[in-house]
């Protein structure tokens, strides 16, 4: 039987023939993209394993709905902490109250004591305590306080937001000494002592010299008036404004606020000193820094630019009563408000060195 002629070379010129016309129209490259599509470019997110694969495939999927993707960020946010614009100091504790209260009866009975209440504004109230003394003391000691009172918040237009009251206890020596002695204080120098827990001073009566008691009572009220109307600030703001006040009124001058003149011949610091010398308050320098604190304060006081960086300073204080001002934003206010402070006090200082007056005046 005749065999037919093979195909096969016909077969597979049409098959070339075919391929070249797919590579010329691109059919090629269709097909394998296809077969093996580019990788999204959000795909390494939808790429991690599924812990049931099964599940997530055959999951009917929910329906369809318009979502912020903003709102969602939001929500998947953190709380941030809640910041209080204010904190209040604990000036009443009732423990620490009762616990001043429960010592003072247990001092000497002998003792007479006198108890009085006034008012200096609406706001501000004193309970006074004294041994029995000429009412010539107490109606100095009330003119001091009251002028000390209208003076600070005139001068640094600050009021109190909440009615407060300041508790002032005159002791003798030997009774001062020993009721301060129970709450750790043994200072035998200290001549009137603050307790903000039981909001109360202490003051040393010496009947030989009565007008150191008179000064150091409305030192005392002028912590507690820097705390209620202002709040914490810096050691030597805090001292050199109750060092300057507690000379208010003073027999010898006829000016309301002033300096001792004899501040003017210790050593003189730089101001710098005092801001950075916070926790180092107890040395042989302590006395001389509380000097130095005066007269900071006293020349600021007196001059226009002074006193616009001392409202700046404790309206700063005032924003948030529990915190102080660092040593680097007291620095900036000043040179904002009083680039030469240095040199300005230098010459103030010099020039008030050999007066003959016991007070350089102040307001």
């Not at 002791?171 to 301060?180: A, N």
């Not at 009566?205 to 009565?210: A, E, F, I, R």
């Not at 209620?228 to 001292?239: A, D, Q, S």
């Not at 003149?261 to 320098?285: H, N, P, T």
């Amino acid at each position: 039987m005749q065999q037919k002629p093979s195909s096969f070379p016909t077969r597979v010129i049409i098959v070339v023939l075919l391929g070249l016309a797919a590579v010329r129209l691109g059919w090629v490259d269709a097909v394998m993209q296809w077969f093996n599509p580019a990788p999204d470019a959000t795909s390494h997110v939808l790429e991690k394993p599924a812990s049931d694969p099964v599940k997530r495939a055959t999951a009917p999927r929910p329906p369809e709905r318009q979502v912020d993707a903003a709102a969602t960020y939001q929500q998947a946010k953190p709380k941030a902490p809640k910041i209080e614009d204010s904190c209040q100091l604990n000036w009443h504790d009732e423990e620490a109250v009762a616990d001043a209260q429960a010592r003072f009866s247990l001092l000497d009975d002998n003792l007479e004591f006198e108890k009085s209440q006034f008012r200096l504004s609406n706001y501000a109230t004193v309970n006074l305590i004294t041994p029995t003394l000429s009412d010539d003391y107490h109606q100095t000691l009330k003119a001091r306080l009251s002028a000390a009172y209208t003076q600070y918040r005139r001068f640094f237009q600050v009021s109190a937001p909440v009615p407060y009251q300041i508790n002032l206890v005159v002791l003798p020596p030997r009774y001062y000494r020993d009721y301060i002695s129970q709450f750790g204080s043994f200072s035998n120098t200290s001549i009137g002592v603050y307790f903000g827990a039981s909001n109360t001073a202490f003051v040393k009566y010496n009947s030989n010299y009565p007008e150191q008691s008179l000064t150091t009572a409305v030192h005392e009220a002028l912590h507690v008036f820097n705390y209620r109307l202002i709040g914490n600030m810096p050691k030597w703001l805090n001292e050199g404004l109750a060092e300057v006040f507690e000379n208010t009124l003073h027999f010898n001058s006829d000016k309301v606020i002033n300096v001792p003149s004899r501040y003017f011949k210790e050593r003189l610091f730089m101001l710098s000193v005092l801001i950075d010398s916070e926790g180092s308050w107890q040395g042989a320098d302590t006395l001389r820094m509380y000097k130095n604190s005066a007269l900071w304060v006293g020349f600021l006081m007196q001059s226009s630019r002074g006193k616009q960086v001392l409202k700046a300073l404790l309206q700063h204080e005032a924003t948030n009563v529990c915190d102080e001002l660092s040593a680097e934003q007291v620095i900036h206010t000043l040179i904002d408000y009083y680039p030469r402070y240095e040199e300005a006090f230098n010459s103030w200082s010099k020039a008030h060195l050999n007066t003959e007056y016991e007070f350089v005046p102040i307001i």
